[in-house]
């Protein structure tokens, strides 16, 4: 019943053997959120319309339901500002003295073939999946999206604020572009880019053809799928283009912006000092470099020699990415333009809300010298 436990063995053959390690009258509790994908068929669920109808069919020879089933909450602290959240569903069942007459029992609890894995690509290849692909584009653009707009609502907020026009604006790692859109309501021309061709492609297509269409996975182990929508116009979509673009090797032309921001972009680089560094060559005096972040540095990103801070040496507090990235941009003209905020966002894993990644970012704004 532990979160993960059962999708990361061989679900299916794990559920078709359970009755050999019970005595009749035994009690077996499964705790799954419906994450893993079905690898073969089993008799009586080939029209299963959810993940426990699933587990049900494969059980149903060997166990008779217990008690009525029930949904667990839990949540693990990945740092201090990210948690993977979800909510078990729990069923429970006794184990049948003899397998129930009627069912075909090869059928029901012998499985065939190679269990999928479950895990996701590391680094930056996992942008690329279907899967996350999906994810983002719920996070972009699904009914229950709300970051990407927060991001650009508050760099069009502590623009005005700045004084600073409202000309030129360039987002760098800006995934399949939600926020770009937001900010070229306000902005003369945005243009945004990100290293997953995938997404560029994606933003791309909303402007060319005016709507993107996707299905977001409600129950992976059913497959279980929702169909969604997003309408360029509905979106108000103003002046941006989007492009491919490595954050630490931009192209020449991109120069002159009166905004440069990054959201959930620097804990993923390899070298963020240098992106820092580079925004800086490419603001206009007085423009304003927004970073968005919950500081999740990974070694599969970032080098550890890298990161902006956010880690500790034993006992001994070192420095936040906060005081980090207040003691490079400071000692490259820039200032504080605004305290820094905390935006939370959600990303779900699954459209059934049973798994899902919260997290709080920390948005900091500074404005370079020289207006």
């Known amino acids: 019943a532990q979160p993960g436990a059962l999708g990361n063995s061989d679900p299916l053959g794990t559920l078709a053997a359970a009755h050999k390690l019970l005595k009749p009258g035994g009690l077996l509790i499964i705790g799954t959120q419906y994450e893993w994908p079905r690898s073969a068929e089993v008799a009586g669920a080939s029209a299963a319309i959810s993940g426990g109808e699933v587990v049900a069919a494969a059980l149903r ?34 184990r049948r003295d003899a397998p129930e007459p009627g069912m075909d029992v090869a059928a029901s609890s012998t499985v065939a073939g190679t269990p999928e894995s479950t895990l996701p690509a590391s680094g930056q290849a996992m942008y690329d999946e279907d899967v996350t692909v999906g994810q983002y584009l719920d996070f972009h ?61 994606l933003g791309q297509q909303l402007v060319r053809e005016g709507e993107l269409r996707w299905r977001s996975v409600a129950d992976r182990t059913s497959g279980k799928e929702v169909e969604r929508t997003a309408c360029a116009r509905d979106l108000h979509v103003g002046n941006v283009t989007f492009s491919h673009m490595d954050a630490q090797a931009l192209p020449r032309e991109l120069t002159g912006y009166d905004l440069i921001c990054g959201f959930n972009l620097i804990d993923r680089l390899p070298r963020p000092r240098d992106f820092l560094l580079e925004a800086r060559s490419r603001l206009n005096p007085g423009g304003l470099l927004v970073i968005s972040s919950p500081y999740t540095w990974l070694e599969d990103f970032t080098a550890k020699e890298y990161w902006i801070g956010g880690f500790k040496y034993g006992d001994n507090d070192g420095p936040t990415t906060y005081e980090g990235l207040q003691e490079l941009l400071v000692s490259q003209g820039f200032v504080e333009a605004r305290k820094p905020e905390d935006v939370c966002f959600r990303i779900d894993e699954l459209d059934n809300g049973r798994k899902s990644q919260q997290t709080r970012a920390q948005m900091t704004f500074w404005q370079l010298a020289g207006r």
């Open 61 to 94: 020879s060997w166990f008779k339901p217990a008690a009525d089933s029930a949904d667990l909450a839990y949540a693990k602290m990945e740092t201090s500002r990210k948690l993977e959240c979800g909510l078990q569903h729990l069923t429970f069942w006794e």
């Open 141 to 201: 653009y699904g009914p229950k999206s709300q970051y990407p707009k927060a991001c650009a609502e508050f760099c069009i907020a502590a623009a005005r604020e700045a004084g600073v026009p409202m000309g030129r604006a360039l987002e760098v790692g800006g995934g399949p572009g939600r926020a770009a859109i937001e900010l070229s309501r306000a902005f003369e021309h945005v243009d945004s880019g990100d290293y997953s061709r995938s997404f560029v492609e």
